[in-house]
């Protein structure tokens, strides 16, 4: 959408090493006139020999045709077995009804997972316009751009047609109680149902992105922030097993570069947060320490359950005779501040500027050699490969 992210395959990958997470699914988005091959061939340029640890792609499906249903049975053979589809972004990500409904059918044929962003398109656009019209730009009312109910009536949408087409799907980075609500009656209904969240939805609320000033950009991503009430529902339902991952979304831009774009209009605003770097130490210093989850239900939601759905284990998110080395002995006595000044993330601001954190990896270690120690990079910087994966569960 018109920018980059700050954070390069090097730079992410040691982040999330240093943080405790030893494998990362990227986003291919291709543009709406691109053909899904080409868009790998450009993501494979930006990442081979360029990542610590190892990864893959899920690919995001931006139009519908026959080249495109063509090179999709021709990816998932390749061992990319998850689709991303956005209902929002409309005009360059969104897809219509029909693609919408054709792609999921050709994910239950494949029996890939299919990745859904929950925001209704038109409503996005439409309340963009009404703010605007209104002289409402700052980073404030991108909330009222995209409040709950258009996250709701998303995932209403996404799991209707899942439902008729038979797929599974997997809704991402549910940002509250309405819309988990919405999710959860789906999968009482029998469909085939998981549900995401990520860590900046459990820990930030609304108010950090309402200001003082222009400083609320740095908290701006989609779905945006809720009130803090959701966020009970959000750590209840991941104690209790309803949401099966906490994520990231990774996507950090800089506030003085890019961000700032957005200073008269909050819709040119890039969207996004850092979070891989700082993910399993947020978990586990305000989760398992103030319990509200297990340190098994962290182990699990954090690295179990993604490779079970992504089709990575047992090679990864196990401990066991045959699975990759990809450990994490984390150090619960360490007492440290989460800062941009300390980070490896390639961003210049920390959305958790100032928290303290209790505990961090203590040595990492990718297929059996040790990468970090000591909260240091330590390993090879090209060790990482491209993983192919099996088809979803
Ligand atoms: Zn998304």
Redesign the pocket.
Known sequence: MGTVTSDDYASVSRAALSGGTTCFIDFVNPGRDENPLDAIARWDERSAGCSACDFSYHIAISRWDDVVERQLREIVSAGITSF?I?LAYKGTLALTDTELFRALELAAELNVLTAV?CENAALVDILQQRLLAEGKCGPEWHYWSRPPIVETLGVQHATTFAELAGASIYI??TSCADSLRVAMDAKLRGVNVSVETCIQYLLLDKQYAEGPGFNAAKYIL?PPLREKGNQDALWAAVRDGFINTVAT?HAPTNFGTQKSAGRDDFTKITNGLPGVEDRVNLLYTYGVLKDRISLERLVDIASTQPARLFGLYPRKGAIAVGSDADLVVYDPEYDGIISAETQMTNVDYNPYEGWSISGRPDVVTVRGEIVVENGAFVGDPVRGRFLKREKCE
């Open positions: 991303k956005y962003h991402v980075h989609s979304d």
